[in-house]
């Protein structure tokens, strides 16, 4: 590297070919590389290299558009930089790339090229003394070097005048005091232009600038132009350190042999920007004390990361989510409780209980402003209306409304979030949900959260007793944020099927809400209000083209369909539509035919002509459009022998009707049951068949021969059609004993009556739940008359007036009761059964 002329480069190079910017003698740049030439350069040059001769390579810049870049070696450039690789790091992220820390040395000339693969090697031809950058600055150019000498002094000037206009208390300032007292004036130019706002195309001309006068001429405009700018800057506001940082950049560790300063590349400057906005944005997002240190902290590491660390992209989207948060952004409440009910009652017919709840929070919020949001669980089978009635308490209180579906969900960390230690890390649904609303009192509506699952990663439904506690939630910690969150203002509302499924503890943080399902007065008027007018806007249709009478309305719900909500009648409804704009489409235009007959061609008509409008959806409309009815509501056709009987049961769906069937043929006494029962329902049918032996001689039951034991020399069969369904609970008892009775009596029960009810072995009947559901169920079927157990009357509040002027009820305490209203003209005991004796307290 030494001979007669002082310090020289290495004739032979290997060549760095570089999109990112421009390397200028004097100034140190960090560069990315990963184009695979550029890979085994490092891999084979940089990293196996022993001697000092090794770490210099030569940087030129490609000009090609990265985009359409190919592996095609592009034309090169023919003045580059030699410099000294300081620093080689390499990391797999995003991809595998190695990031240089280049110094300048001096220009070259590309001679010739030797090789391009696996790495570009080129005979160069050195252009810059080397010395110059040891000389001390009062060796260099003078003034009285003629037009250079004036050059260097007008630059120096300019330079000086640009120090005396920035705050020396700046480290960056600083240094760059140092530089221009310190380095020669032939070295100014190309120091300078990398250290200011300047493009690279900018620093190219530099770079192709060989003589010093021409490079000076080429530098010395820039200076100006960021004179002028900073001038104007200081016009528009107060000079501040980030308005001095805008001007010189900062690349940490540049490293020149002798001395240490700082440069910088336009990437980066503009990255200096964007910390500064992101900081500005930290201060201004009113955040706890907490968060606001621990976003500080991150913001402090941020500033010392380069941008190549995979750990700065996690930690700018970190502050970027801290900042989107809404701290303390909140929608204010629309506390007029008169337009509230207008309002729930034109969005949704019935639901009186959950209107009533959320009229009571509105008079509440009025005299107490801090209320903490209430957290509700509504329970119902599908199709009532649960999530849309959630929409719409959200649009009464004038909140934003956000709803996350919980159906399926296995994994906590969809509720908490994951901790930032993990790749691909994000927050729970719960903050993100809060940043894409962007206030902190939405509603949330946490939608099927009977059906959360339990995996290896943990349970989601104990993460949300944390969210759902009124008493904890105010510090909700989500593990990517490791902060507290204060959910205390969010109205969450819960929605389920059944509360079967949900943990107890996760229940007992809840307020449950009974969303029983619609009648057929109900029905009819939800479809009048709602259904219809939605379908006909969906199809196209208007009401002159379109009328569906209500007496058909009421035979699509009674005898096509078959469910507690409305989305079935809905979308029979939507076939009704679809066929009606058939015809209307149809209608628009009627074409004209021509048949050949003997005598010669007659034009006719289409048999299709346009119908008469509005079209009217009568029962022989019906029929053509949905097909034949699939439920009849006569249930009596089932009664015709002995061993028949209806019970009521309750599922997730609704109220269900169920029939009990029973035969008996010789055999051994032993008991079949079929059906697809639970344990409780077999235990159900023991305690039947048990209670019915013991008193057999009271009721007069026998067996097939008369025999007084019913089970003497017989088998029983119990079915509970259908066979596909799982059945399971206690209340069919006192239907089991109902249709023994009638199976060992032959007798038939009467048809217009179902039951329910739990039973002992004493005769009692206890009191079971879903009253409402199940009597419904009856209600659609044509039942007249219900038994419910005795202590279940305070249930028939909930019904509809209507419901209960139209159906019988018989509450029964005991057994005795329940037969007696279940046969027509009663269920006779033996005369010589004598009534139990009254007792009659001593005290």
Same mark, same amino acid.
């Given at each position: ?111 010739? @090229?030797?090789?391009?693969? /696996?790495? %570009? ?5 050195? $252009? #810059?003394? +080397?010395?110059?950058? !040891?000389? &001390? ?28 206009? @920035?705050?020396?208390?700046? /480290?960056? %300032? ?5 530089? $221009? #007292?310190? +380095?020669?004036?032939? !070295?100014? &130019? ?42 104007? $800057? ?610």
């Amino acid at each position: 590297m030494t001979s007669g002329g002082g310090i020289q480069i290495p004739s032979r190079l290997p060549l760095l070919l570089t999109h990112e910017g421009v390397l200028l003698p004097g100034s140190t740049v960090r560069f990315s590389v990963d184009s695979a030439r550029n890979m085994h350069l490092v891999s084979q040059r940089l990293l196996k290299g022993t001697s000092l001769k090794s770490t210099i390579i030569g940087v030129i810049p490609n000009t090609r558009d990265p985009e359409h870049d190919t592996d095609d070696l592009p034309t090169l450039h023919k003045i580059g930089t030699a410099g000294i690789a300081v620093q080689v790091v390499g990391s797999n992220w995003p991809k595998p790339h190695y990031t240089l820390l280049i110094t300048g040395l001096c220009r070259f000339r590309v001679s010739s @090229l030797l090789k391009e693969r /696996p790495f %570009v090697l080129a005979e160069v031809e050195q $252009l #810059d003394k +080397l010395e110059q950058y !040891t000389t &001390p600055a009062t060796e260099g150019i003078t003034a009285g070097d003629g037009e250079l000498g004036e050059l260097s002094q007008k630059f120096y000037q300019a330079a000086v005048q640009l120090l005396g206009m @920035l705050d020396m208390s700046v /480290p960056v %300032v600083a240094k760059f005091r140092r530089l $221009l #007292d310190s +380095l020669p004036r032939e !070295t100014l &130019p190309d120091v300078v232009a990398s250290m200011i706002r300047t493009s690279n195309k900018e620093k190219l001309q530099v770079l192709d600038a060989l003589s010093l006068e021409e490079r000076f001429k080429k530098a010395l405009p820039m200076l100006t132009r960021q004179i002028e700018g900073l001038k104007l $800057l200081q016009k528009t506001r107060k000079t501040s350190p980030d308005n001095e940082k805008r001007v010189l950049s900062v690349r940490k560790g540049g490293v020149f042999p002798g001395r240490q300063f700082n440069l910088d590349e336009e990437d980066e400057d503009e990255d200096g920007d964007d910390t500064a906005v992101l900081e500005r944005k930290v201060h201004g997002a009113n955040m706890p004390e907490a968060a606001l240190r621990v976003c500080l902290k991150e913001l402090k590491r941020l500033k010392k990361m380069p941008q190549s660390m995979p750990e700065y992209a996690l930690t700018r989207n970190y502050l970027d989510l801290m900042v989107e948060l809404p701290w303390s952004k909140s929608t204010k409440d629309c506390l007029d409780i008169r337009a509230a009910r207008t309002l729930l009652d034109n969005d949704h017919y019935a639901m009186d209980k959950l209107k009533r709840r959320v009229l009571e929070y509105l008079a509440v919020r009025q005299l107490k402003t801090s209320l903490k949001g209430p957290i509700l669980c509504f329970v119902g089978p599908p199709g009532v209306g649960k999530t849309s009635v959630g929409r719409s308490i959200a649009r009464t209180l004038g909140r934003e409304f956000h709803r996350i579906a919980l159906g399926g969900v296995c994994d906590q960390s969809d509720i908490r979030g994951h901790r930032r230690t993990y790749v691909g890390s994000m927050p729970g649904r719960i903050i993100n949900g809060l940043k894409t609303v962007g206030v902190n009192n939405p509603v949330f509506l946490l939608d099927e959260v009977d059906k959360l699952g339990k995996s290896l990663q943990g349970d989601p439904a104990a993460a949300l007793l944390e969210v759902l506690d009124p008493e904890q939630n105010h510090s909700f910690t989500d593990h990517y944020l490791n902060v507290a969150f204060d959910l205390s203002q969010v109205l969450f509302i819960a929605t389920a099927n059944t509360t079967a499924t949900i943990p107890p503890a996760l229940l007992d943080r809840m307020e449950v809400l009974q969303v029983p399902g619609y009648t057929q007065e109900e029905k009819v008027e939800i479809a009048h209000r709602h259904l219809i007018p939605n379908q006909l806007e969906q199809h196209g249709l208007t009401p002159q083209q379109l009328h569906i009478p209500q007496d058909t309305t009421q035979d699509i719900i009674s005898r096509y369909t078959r469910e507690a909500g409305v989305r079935s009648l809905e979308r029979k409804i939507g076939a009704i539509c679809r066929a009606v704009a058939v015809k209307v489409a149809e209608s628009h235009r009627v074409p004209k035919t021509e048949t050949l007959i003997p005598d010669g061609p007659v034009e006719q008509r289409d048999k299709t002509a346009p119908p008469e409008m509005p079209i009217v959806i009568d029962h022989i409309a019906l029929k053509d459009i949905l097909g034949p009815p699939l439920f009849e509501m006569e249930v009596s056709e089932r009664f015709t022998l002995p061993g028949v009987a209806l019970g009521l049961a309750w599922t997730p769906l609704g109220g269900e009707i169920m029939f009990v069937e029973a035969s008996r043929m010789e055999g051994e006494g032993q008991l079949t049951l079929t059906g697809q029962l639970g344990d409780v329902m077999k235990e159900s049918a023991h305690l039947a068949i048990s209670w019915l032996r013991t008193n057999a001689k009271t009721y007069q039951l026998t067996n097939m021969v008369g025999a007084p034991d019913p089970l003497e020399g017989t088998d029983i069969h119990l079915h509970f059609p259908a066979g596909a369904v799982t059945k399971d609970g206690p209340s069919a008892g006192v239907t089991i004993v109902t249709c023994l009775a009638s199976l060992f009596s032959g007798r038939l029960v009467r048809s217009d009556i179902a039951m329910t009810g739990e039973i002992t072995l004493r005769g009692l009947v206890l009191p079971v739940g879903g009253i409402k559901d199940k009597v419904l169920a009856a209600y659609r079927a044509g039942v007249k008359c219900v038994i419910l157990p005795k202590r279940n009357e305070k249930d028939l509040e909930e019904l509809p007036a209507n419901i209960r002027a139209d159906l019988d009820f018989v509450t029964a305490g005991n057994l005795d009761e329940v037969l007696n209203a279940a046969f027509d003209g009663g269920f006779q005991r033996t005369a010589s059964t004598r009534a139990p004796p009254q007792l009659t307290s001593k005290l």
